[in-house]
């Protein structure tokens, strides 16, 4: 087993395990790893330093005691870990006080903006340009990456 640090191409830094390095070198061939923050397909494998013990000084591990887990990118309180839980919570937030109108998001904003319908928060999907037409109309609009998960956009 491989444990892999990688990166997307966000910069966002996470673990993947492989059964071996051929096997991480296909899957990222196929673009089958994904950055768990965004979904970024675009994926580079950190330097790592390898894990040697060659001072002999140690005896294994009984079965009786505890292994310890391989440090992850980021310790638990480092401000990087400190960043991405307050950013996770912020999703929570938007997710949980807006409505989801998936790709319809630019005609609802619009409705929402000229008063056809009622105003409300609303989430969804719009591309590079029609977020470019909205803002030209005056509507504000804000692209914010989502966290995504093994089936989806983060709940």
């Known amino acids: 087993m491989k444990v892999l640090n990688l990166r997307c191409a966000h910069d966002h830094g996470f673990e993947g395990w492989f059964a071996s390095e051929d ?69 929570k937030e938007v997710l949980a006080n807006t409505e989801d109108v998936g790709e319809r998001f ?10 056809e319908t009622s105003h409300r928060g609303i989430r969804g999907q719009a591309s590079a340009q029609e977020r470019a037409d909205l803002a030209e109309e005056g509507i504000e609009v804000m692209a914010l990456p989502m966290p995504v998960g093994p089936k989806g956009q983060a709940h």
């Not at 630019?106 to 008063?115: L, Q, S, T």
């Open 23 to 91: 096997d991480f070198l296909a899957q990222r061939q196929r673009s089958a790893i994904e950055c768990p923050l965004c979904g970024d397909v675009g994926i580079a494998r950190l330097p790592s330093a390898p894990r040697l013990n060659i001072s002999g000084a140690r005896a294994p591990h009984s079965l009786a005691e505890p292994v310890k887990p391989a440090a992850s990118a980021s310790p638990p309180d480092s401000p990087a870990a400190e960043l991405r839980s307050m950013w996770i919570e912020r999703v």
């Open 106 to 115: 630019p005609e609802e904003a619009r409705r929402i903006h000229y008063g």
